[in-house]
């Protein structure tokens, strides 16, 4: 009778061989084997990472992002899991929850890179892990207590885009927010705001409800993700089961824009469900969810240049009219619904002002603002020198490489298709690691399309460490530690131990000789 649980060592190994010559296939995209194998359920690795996630959850109520006056644990029996020890165990605790979480993803992606399970139990797996986190604290940020006081903020006849929610007389909400947000107008467009708007009619100053109602609205994108990934697997030519596991399972999206949550799942999940509609030439509902999705965050519009050159490719004329029609009527897509947008959320157009506030944001993710603060180190062993000027130079100049770099490509994609949609996916990686400020959960704007296409196993490692990385690159409550130099060393290594451990099955050989859950290479065959 056949189980329902994990294949045991034996009979792991067995299937090694069977698996080795489609392991390659299974990844790269290439059709000579089907993508969905039955196979068992995976639910010893789907009840780790739930175990994970209810270690987050737990411990989450002490280590997280909680309430400067929390009404369940702020006084009583339970009160010291937030202070001293107790708050130290538990961060301990919830970085344990992580590391399950990690170890859980790590052994699916070895099951969807041998063939062994298919799309279903990747979603079945996604749900399990995100489903704890839901009721969490917001972990790894607070940035969800500046949505809600950023959608306060109209309820009580203030403008978002020109005051902070410091102005609110609402200590049980602006307490919660981060100081460096209390004082800065929001940053968003006006689709969140309605949004928040409406979270925090509902939720008033219970934070407790407001963070898990901003979760669900956000998790709409998650939901758009899901409907557009096998779309966009059929257009870009990758592995339907990879493409889950990496951008749905993955902790940057259970961890960062669940847990967190951020907006940005739903800006992503806006320009993934607008890209796939392109691709499908239904032209007008897909730069109208684009657009939608610029209306969350501004990043998202940088995607409507490339999505013209795929309109166009689908016109019967000229090059130039096909180029002119497509431009046309996607430039009155994005005013009718972008002014519809704006019309309903009752705000302005000061929000492009608010744009700047991210670029006080000093943190060397952002390639020219790590380039700025090396050469500030350097010069500054020898002469007293202003850190500010050379951040600045080297921003202007990552800002001059991006522009060219953005030309470059968008011109190039203007035979449209799919090609039209990768150069897109590079772009927007550009753009989050190439602006004056980049944080962690920036690097899924593009990664969310990058994930469709064809991947190579070491690549596949390559983006298990990074994604681990890019969570540790923040402590549990919200806080930057990047600049702790040993942590940030150990989270390295941890990092990249992840990675080996998706091709290996025991990296460290801590357990004995055994043979690798997934053959790095397939041995050749004997003449």
Known sequence: MATTTDPSPDVEESLVAENAVNVESAVDGRTDRPD???GPLPVRTIALGAAGSLLILLSSFGAAGVLVSDPVLGHGPLSWIRYGHGRMLATGTLYLGFALVVWAWVRLGRHVIAGRVGSRPVLVAAACWIAPLVFSPPIFTRDVFSYIAQGTLPLYGQDPYAVGPIVLGLQEVVQNVHPFWQTTPAPYGPMFILLAKGVAAVAGTNMILGVVLMRLVLMIGLVLLVWALPGLVRHLGGHLPTTL???VAGPMTVVHLTGGPHNDLLMVGFLAAGTLCVLERKHVLGVALVTLGAAVKATAAIALPFLVWVWAGHLKSTFWKNFTRAVAAAFATF???FAVTTLLAGVNLGWFKALQAPTMIVNWLSIPTGVGEIAHTLVDVFVDANKSWFVNTARVIGGLAFFTIG??????SRHGGSDAVRRMAFILFAVAVLSPATLPWYLTWGFVIAAALPWQ?????ILVSAAVFLVLTYSPAGEDLLYNWPFIAGAV??????????LRNDPLRLFGDREELVTVDPAPAKA
Do not use: C, N, P
């Open 457 to 461: 196993r070491r690549q596949l490692a």
């Open 36 to 38: 969905e194998r039955v």
């Open 407 to 412: 030309i470059h490509q968008w011109w190039l």
């Open 335 to 337: 005013v009718v619904t």
């Open 493 to 502: 290594a941890v990092s990249i131990l992840a990675g080996f451990t998706l």
């Open 245 to 247: 596991w990496l951008a």
